[in-house]
């Protein structure tokens, strides 16, 4: 079971190059399942026991289902669609002394930089393009071939690389893309994809890939290894048992926001109205009070889903000595004293308490306390949306690199929470 769940896992992180295509790639699973599409700018009506789902930006989605006897709280959990890459710049060709042609690219995210190196690379995200009566109209691109590589400097012209070096991220990593002949031919391969006029591209985000195909690999076939693990890895599971989940009491809601990796801080992160908007007019369209409204948020519960650092096996000792994480053993609850996580006593006992009745083994993350850690979206949620909330995530080794590695029976055990949670 395990395995197979790890190999759809891998077909939806593959089929999701981009927060666009992870998006889309959920609304067409949804749709599927028989949840209706809302417009933001439209009037909403909504149904007790009826399933429905809204986009943002086309790089957020919320999905939700109100049980049939109306909403006496929520339970939520939120994830995040983005993962750190590398962004493709305005006018992004460069030509080098009339031979190479390379793309202007910049950074998005926190990544580990010199493990984008000498691997295949393609270009993948959205265009806006503009129609022939001056409408504009959104497509996904991805140009599934490999199409650029950063490649290193070798070792003979840089005696002292492996002894430590700062890559200069207008220097050192811009992709090449071609020779002198592939000049002004970007803007064309990109049309060629989305099937419109380069001079009709209007504006884009576009976004550097890893090529390299996700793998279940090990001994005993023990890990899977996929680019954008974080967060896709949470969406995934929260997505699946969103759907198997019952929902009998609680008004459920699988959210997924974007920019997380560069701060939530958009109209379309875990900062902005996004999922306080939805909730308030899922409660206007039922009719309920103001008062009634602010009721059930006391009676919610929100998981915050994001990636875990596993204890690393050639580094054991950058992990706290008493909670350390490993890859296979259950999904991990994340602590930290300063709130960069809000796990709390209460939240934290929630959370437990629900994988202890489910069967579902938990683990303990807390950073050492001599080292900074990362934050995550839940605090940053409930500054929008005041919500009890734990923050949780699946164990990672390799985390912000374009080829993370994950144990194949930690999937199966967040699905399992989240259904247990959405009953």
């Known amino acids: ?60 989605l919320i999905a939700f289902q109100i049980p049939n006897q109306g909403i006496k709280g929520w339970r939520i959990m939120a994830s995040h669609s983005d993962s750190p890459a590398f962004k493709i710049k305005e006018h992004p060709e460069i030509t080098v002394e009339n031979h190479y042609v390379q793309l202007n690219v910049e950074k998005y995210g926190g990544l580990v930089v010199s493990s984008w190196l000498d691997r295949p690379l393609s270009v993948a995200g959205r265009i806006i393009v503009r129609n022939p009566n001056h ?15 950063i490649p290193n400097l070798a070792i003979h012209v840089n005696r002292d690389i492996n002894k430590g070096y700062v890559y200069n991220p207008q220097i050192d990593l811009l992709p090449l893309f071609g020779m002198s002949d592939s000049k002004d031919s970007f803007w064309e391969i990109i049309a060629q994809s989305a099937d419109c006029n380069a001079e009709d591209i209007l504006g884009h985000d576009l976004f550097l890939y890893n090529r390299q195909k996700g793998a279940i690999w090990g001994g005993s076939g023990e890990f899977l290894s996929c680019g954008r693990l974080d967060d896709l890895h949470s969406a995934y599971g929260s997505l699946q048992g969103f759907l198997a989940g019952e929902k009998r009491e609680y008004a459920a809601i699988h959210c997924v926001f974007d920019n997380e990796e560069v701060g939530s801080y958009t109209k379309q992160g875990a900062a902005s109205t996004f999922l306080a908007d939805t909730m308030i007019r899922i409660s206007d369209a039922l009719s309920m009070s103001r008062e009634e409204y602010l009721i059930s948020l006391s009676n919610s519960f929100m998981v915050s889903a994001d990636s875990a650092h596993a204890v690393h096996p050639n580094h054991p000792a950058k992990s706290d000595p008493t909670n350390r994480p490993y890859l296979n053993e259950g999904i991990v609850i994340k602590y930290n004293g300063e709130q960069k996580y809000c796990s709390d006593a209460r939240s934290a006992a929630i959370f437990k308490n629900l994988c202890m009745e489910a069967g579902i083994p938990f683990q303990t993350f807390a950073n050492r306390s001599d080292a900074a850690g990362g934050a995550t979206l839940g605090n940053i949620s409930s500054t929008q949306v005041s919500i009890n909330t734990v923050d949780i995530g699946l164990p990672l080794l390799a985390m912000h690199t374009p080829y993370e590695t994950a144990g194949i029976k930690d999937t199966a055990y967040l699905i399992q929470a989240a259904k247990a949670m959405f009953a």
């Open 1 to 60: 079971m395990d395995t197979e769940i790890s190999k759809d896992l891998l077909t939806f992180l593959d089929s999701s190059p981009t927060a666009f295509h992870a998006v889309e790639n959920m609304a067409r699973t949804l749709t599927e399942q028989g949840f209706t599409r809302l417009d933001e700018g439209e009037k909403w009506t909504i149904l007790p026991g009826q399933g429905y789902f809204v986009t943002r930006n086309d790089s957020s």
């Open 135 to 149: 409408t504009l109209t959104s497509k996904l691109v991805n140009i599934d071939r490999d199409l650029v590589l």
